[in-house]
């Protein structure tokens, strides 16, 4: 009798253990941040350089599509944000945001004509690496973390400020409600690419 007592205690508590580690491995799982590389083709941009919290963008955004639609500009994708400081390391007022917004090739004889903070420009083609922040999450630091921390074991270095395209509207100031593309341009580590 005490034997058949002490086999179920130990399969119970086998069982429990299996529960546990199986619920702790799913956890640590589902929070992975999924990260692809993805090679851009080279696109013409136009561009400003907003100033200021990134939730009082909405009105920069209107002026600039407002200028596309006023110089018969044709957009042709999402707007992006490059973002040109770190705002753990500058005040908001002082956060600097490149707002892109892809066009049409022909848009290029404009440059130089816009102003002083908004111009069109050609981008080269990109390697990127890519996280999705789903609609949902307020707080992409644990996404550009796992971005990061991929890309250099993966031999990849951060070729330019990291940016961020938005899949749903970005002038809905609900930043939390918003599916985005987190990415960061890279080329191999120098090191890796000799190899």
Excluded at 71 to 76: E, L
Excluded at 114 to 136: I, Q, R, S, W, Y
């Amino acid at each position: 009798m005490k034997k058949t007592k002490v086999w179920s205690l130990l399969f119970l508590v086998t069982g429990l253990t299996a529960v546990c580690v199986g619920a702790i491995f799913a956890k640590s799982t589902s929070d992975r941040t999924s990260v692809v590389i993805r090679n851009v083709d080279k696109q013409v941009v136009l561009y400003t350089i907003y100033r200021g919290s990134y939730d009082k963008t909405g009105m920069a955004i209107d002026k600039l599509f407002a200028l596309a639609g006023r110089k018969k500009i044709s957009t042709r994708g999402p707007i992006s944000y490059v973002y040109l400081n770190n705002p753990g390391h500058v005040s908001k007022e002082h956060w600097l945001t490149e707002i892109r917004i892809p066009v049409g090739e022909e848009a290029l004889k404009l440059a130089g004509t816009l102003g002083e903070m908004t111009d069109v420009k050609a981008l080269p083609a990109l390697e990127l690496v890519v996280a999705v922040k789903p609609k949902g999450q307020a707080d992409p630091r644990p996404i550009y973390d796992s971005l990061y921390a991929w890309l250099y074991k993966q031999g990849y270095v951060a070729a330019e400020d990291p940016m961020e395209t938005f899949l749903t509207d970005a002038k809905g100031g609900d930043y939390a409600q918003m599916k985005t593309e987190i990415m960061v341009p890279v080329q191999k580590h120098p090191k890796q690419s000799k190899q």
